[in-house]
Each structure stands twice: as C-alpha cells, then as structure tokens.
C-alpha cells in the first residue's frame, strides 16, 4: 500500500500481530503503548531508530536485519537483554524496566561498541556492569537499580561519563 513509507508511529493501537516486513524503506519506526505481542520486522534493513516502549505482551523481537539501527528503545517493555551484536552501531539504548531474566546478572559492552548512552533504571536483575567494555559510553541512567559491583578497567575515565543519579559511581 505504502513500499516507500519512511516513518510509522503506531501509538495506543489494540492490536495482536503487526507484519512490516513489507516496509523496505523505513527508517524510523514507533510502536508503543499497544497490546501488540508479535511483530516482524524482518527485511527492514534501512531502520536507524526503534522506539517500542511499553508494549506489555511483546516478549521477543527479531533484530537481526537492523545492522543500521542508531538508536533503540524498548522502555516497559518485556523483552529483557537483546541480542545486540546484530547491531553494531547503536549509539542509544533504553531498556529499563524490561524483565531482565535472572541468568543476565552483569551487563557488558562486548557488543554495543559504539553505545554512547545507555538507559537502565528499574532492572533489579542487574548486580554488576562491566564500565571498560564500552569504549564510548558518555550516560548512563541507573536510577533505582541495585547495582553491586562496577567493573573497570584502563579505558575506562568515570570523570568523563555523565551518570544518573551522580554519586552512583565513587
């Protein structure tokens, strides 16, 4: 109907099942506060920014074509620790409040080298991060999250990193 859409904001929508694989040329796609619990996105290879906030039934996500994708959110929603790694050049993420399973305990960079923010909060799951593993971090929110270890190393410069709430880090 649309082959050349671009953008795609689908807010407060009833709906089970959503197929975009159709849309080839999508750069920027929203869909959040819905009851959505199946969405494809296969082919969707031109996608930069990702917004799937509080969808509640939504529990996995295929990413795998989203090699472009720059900026991701999935914020309230139940999808836990993605695999980023088919995502090499995510500069933002926010996952908090997502569920995360109690087998992710530590979070590392290993595959969000180029992550400039990362959002947190509300993952209680979370007992450790691995500061050293993400080269380009700037901001990090970690508010109300029980963190229990932060793990260092020489890379690492916690004077230049912007943390929310400030005196998280010592």
Known sequence: LFPGLKRLVITNAVIDSL???AFSEMIDLEVSYSTISELNL????????L?????????TID?????LLEILSYNDTPLGW???????NLRYLDCAAVEMSDEIDKITGESLQNLETLVIRY???IKSI???SFPNLKTIDCSNWNVENVTENDNFDKDAL?????NWVN
């Open 19 to 21: 197929d975009l694989s």
């Open 42 to 49: 296969s082919g969707l290879t031109k996608v930069k920014r």
């Open 51 to 59: 917004i799937l906030d509080y969808n509640d039934n939504l529990k």
């Open 63 to 67: 990413l795998s074509s989203m090699a």
């Open 82 to 88: 993605l695999d980023f790694s088919v995502c090499p």
């Open 123 to 125: 993952n209680k799951n």
């Open 130 to 132: 691995e500061f050293g």
């Open 162 to 166: 912007n943390v929310i709430p400030p």
